[in-house]
């Protein structure tokens, strides 16, 4: 989104993900996951951190602010949030994506971001809130990456980019293609060519597998045939050294049912 952050450079750390990252778990979810790596690369950048701050009135939880810190003498409130919308309109709105559950959809997570989380600290509750721990006025911040993903019948996202994109969406934002099992089973896939089935919890990086993890396209279709809901699919080649497998292009291969479900949750 146009008003995310653009880097986390921009406040003293590094973007990358460090060495000390904590390990992913089966139990935990992205966006949990995706706030402890925010959570490691700040703690070393800035004074002072404070995280998961709840927001409270005569017993009531209003919200909670995301982090809390300080950096060279100012406070900073930041909202952290990492989402992954399909497209399946012109691109000109925000409601036309939608999580590939359907539970999610952009303008709905924009709206609570804009009227209500990033605006926790002007509320009288959560400015006392904050004066608790002296940080006054804190400058608000949003860092929201993430993947929004197009229709391609060929599962190249190339064919599948929008003429135009609702003005909140930065043109530079990661994408991927999205089509149903259905197009992807008629694609014709590059020479070399191998696949991943991506869990959850690796959908924040592009795959580097070994080659013994990779999948071929008759393993990759049987897994496919047998879902029940959207998966996200890396698609790989070899390396340059040939030890490894890259991914160069993802995307979701969704049920053939899926897109009408999909644009009634949109209000298409």
């Known amino acids: 989104m146009r008003s995310a952050l653009p880097s986390l450079a921009g406040i003293g750390v590094p973007s990358a993900v460090p060495d000390s990252a904590p390990e992913p778990s089966r139990q935990r979810r992205l966006g949990f996951y995706f706030e402890d790596l925010v959570a490691e690369l700040l703690q070393d950048g800035v004074d002072d951190l404070h995280r998961n701050m709840q927001c409270r009135t005569e017993g009531r939880t209003l ?6 810190y300080r950096h060279l003498g100012r406070w900073h409130h930041l909202e952290a949030a ?26 709905i997570k924009w709206q609570r971001l804009q009227q209500h989380q990033l605006l926790l600290s002007q509320s009288p509750a959560g400015q006392q809130q904050l004066a608790e721990i002296g940080a006054d006025n804190p400058a608000i911040e949003l860092l929201m990456p993430g993947y929004l993903f197009y229709h391609s019948t060929a599962g190249d996202i190339a064919t599948g980019i929008p003429r135009r994109l609702h003005p909140e969406i930065s043109p530079g934002h990661l994408r991927g293609f999205w089509c149903t099992l259905a197009e992807f089973q008629s694609r014709s896939p ?13 959908w924040l990086s592009p795959a580097r597998l070994d080659p013994a993890e990779v999948l071929d396209l008759p393993s990759l279709l049987d897994r496919l045939a047998h879902q029940a809901g959207p998966l996200l699919v890396s698609l790989l080649r070899p390396s340059g050294s040939g030890d490894d497998w890259v991914e160069h292009s993802r995307g979701f291969v969704v049920p053939d049912s899926w897109p009408e479900r999909a644009r ?5």
Do not use: N
């Open 63 to 68: 919200g909670e602010f995301d982090f809390v």
């Open 82 to 107: 990492v989402k992954f919308y399909l497209c399946v309109g012109d691109g000109s709105e925000l409601e036309h994506f939608v999580g590939p559950g359907l539970r999610d959809r952009l303008d």
């Open 190 to 202: 590059a020479p070399a060519e191998g696949f991943s089935i991506l869990p959850k919890l690796s």
């Open 264 to 268: 009634a949750a949109a209000d298409l």
